[in-house]
């Protein structure tokens, strides 16, 4: 089944309104089960196809398209000042090494 259809409904004045609608068993699980096991069985940040962007401050660099920050900090002052004032670079030229490096499958583990 597909995820979404698109539904076409009529005004009163005889106009008609096309509307993306979710597949009925996808909202259940999102409104019955409450995300619990939706959550689990996803992730915003999977591995690159393409080399990712070179940090150059908290929040550039890393996923070309998807914003991403280099630490996650929930709102704290003091830790979005210590992001901005610090001396990151050795930080960035971490991440850089580590994202220029190419990913290797396990291919015993890939078996299992």
Avoid: C
């Avoid at 940090?55 to 003091?78: E, F, I, Q």
Wanted: glycine share 6%.
């Amino acid at each position: 089944e597909p995820a979404f259809k698109v539904e076409k409904r009529w005004t009163p004045r005889k106009k008609s309104i096309s509307f993306v609608v979710l597949n009925e068993n996808l909202y259940s699980m999102f409104t019955e089960d409450e995300l619990v096991s939706w959550a689990a069985s996803t992730t915003r940040y999977t591995p690159m196809v393409v080399p990712p962007t070179e940090w150059t401050g908290p929040r550039n660099g890393g996923y070309r398209w998807l914003k991403a920050s280099l630490m996650r900090t929930h709102g704290s002052r003091v830790q979005n000042e210590a992001l901005k004032h610090g001396d990151l670079s050795l930080v960035y030229d971490g991440l850089n090494i580590l994202g220029s490096t190419a990913w290797k499958i396990n291919k015993e583990i890939l078996e299992i």
